[in-house]
């Protein structure tokens, strides 16, 4: 069963950007928390920023990450989306969405649906 679907990863260079999507096929974002996080290779699960419900869609962002990621939504497309700039080859990644209710102990509290991740390797 298909939960979120992350899109948009792929080979980028050093310096460079990607913008990577999450949507749900089978549900409305709207009303639900969602977030980033990221899984470097032989290391945990990284947290990177929430974005709470319509119409609210506050944002936060681990501190060791803001300034270079960007979440956003767009209701029209269902979506929810990171932007991401000035990568590092430690940007590495498998790169995935999660949604609930809110964003209420994001970083730590379990997830109702996730995505299986878009991978992101950055390198020159």
């Known amino acids: 069963q298909v939960q979120l679907v992350e899109s948009g990863g792929g080979l980028a260079q050093p310096g460079g950007s990607l913008k990577l999507s999450c949507t749900a096929p089978e549900f409305s974002l709207d009303y639900y928390g969602v977030a980033w996080f990221r899984q470097p290779p032989g290391k945990a699960r990284e947290a990177i920023s929430c974005?709470?419900?319509?119409?609210?869609?506050?944002?936060d962002y681990v501190d060791s990450m803001k300034g270079q990621f960007t979440i956003s939504r767009d209701n029209t497309k269902n979506s929810v989306y990171l932007q991401m700039s000035s990568l590092r080859p430690d940007d590495t990644g498998l790169y995935y969405c999660?949604?609930?209710?809110?964003?209420?102990?994001?970083?730590?509290?379990?997830?109702?649906?996730r995505g299986q991740g878009t991978q992101v390797t950055v390198s020159s």
């Open positions: 974005i709470s419900p319509s119409p609210s869609s506050s944002v």
């Open positions: 999660a949604a609930g209710g809110s964003c209420f102990r994001w970083e730590t509290r379990q997830w109702e649906y």
